[in-house]
């Protein structure tokens, strides 16, 4: 069955320094796209990157990259030269394409960027 | 450009109350509809998908039902409100995307609270 792991409740950056946000998963099916989107206090979630298990290079979106991994079944957020913006909660997603129309959440983590 | 609407963004219930929520997607053709449900600092939940008009899909048993009357109107009913039927409810929608993965678009969500 498939399965989005986010092991870190709470993350602290300072505002300008880069941070990683963990994600793994758990799959049988060799076709799977995951994504990452960010919940700011508003509630409403936005779509943020994605990867697909079959693409070679790690995504990259502005700032955002997908460090993906593979043989580990990680796919880590890296958010570049943070801004107090980025403060939100932060939800990795799994969609398997044997899988339909469902596309499964992680916890989530909630990032905190300080001044 | 899409947009899409939900409303409205909160709600106060009594139990054994129904229930009604609506969302309407704009700017595009024949999208897959969804309902989330978020409970208070979780990952989201898969209630119901719709790939149609009148064609429905239920991920979770429940107290809920979902309807799509047309074919970019999603709307999510109960006839009796239970306690746990409190959280955060999103709707969300996605188009098929040629040679990649889809996202999902949010509405700003719907805060319930049943009492």
């Known amino acids: 069955a498939q399965k989005i792991t986010q092991t870190q409740p709470g993350m602290f950056v300072q505002e300008k320094e880069a941070v990683t946000l963990d994600c793994t998963y758990d799959?049988?099916?060799?076709?799977?796209?995951l994504f990452w989107y960010k919940q700011p206090s508003s509630g409403e979630m936005i779509f943020l990157i994605y990867q697909g298990s079959y693409d070679q290079q790690n995504a990259t979106e502005g700032r955002y990259s997908l460090n993906f991994q593979k043989a580990r079944k990680s796919a880590n957020l890296v958010i570049s030269a943070s801004q107090l913006g980025d403060s939100a909660m932060y939800f990795c997603a799994m969609r398997e394409g044997s899988g339909g129309f469902k596309t499964i959440f992680g916890a989530g983590t909630r990032l905190f960027v300080k001044a | 450009s899409q947009t899409i609407h939900q409303w409205p963004a909160t709600l106060v219930q009594p139990v054994g109350s129904p229930l009604s929520l609506e969302c309407t997607v704009e700017g595009t053709s024949n999208p897959n509809l969804y309902w989330y449900r978020q409970a208070a600092g979780r990952g989201l939940q898969l209630l119901f998908y719709?790939?149609?008009?009148?064609?429905i899909s239920s991920e979770v048993p429940q107290n809920l039902s979902a309807s799509r009357p047309q074919d970019r109107q999603f709307i999510l009913s109960s006839k009796k409100l239970l306690l746990s039927d409190s959280g955060f409810y999103l709707c969300?929608?996605?188009?098929?995307?040629?040679?990649?993965?889809?996202?999902?678009?949010f509405g700003s969500g719907t805060q319930l609270s049943v009492l």
């Open positions: 719709s790939v149609g008009i009148g064609q």
């Open positions: 799959t049988s099916d060799p076709s799977y796209g």
């Open positions: 969300a929608w996605s188009v098929g995307q040629k040679g990649g993965w889809e996202k999902l678009f």
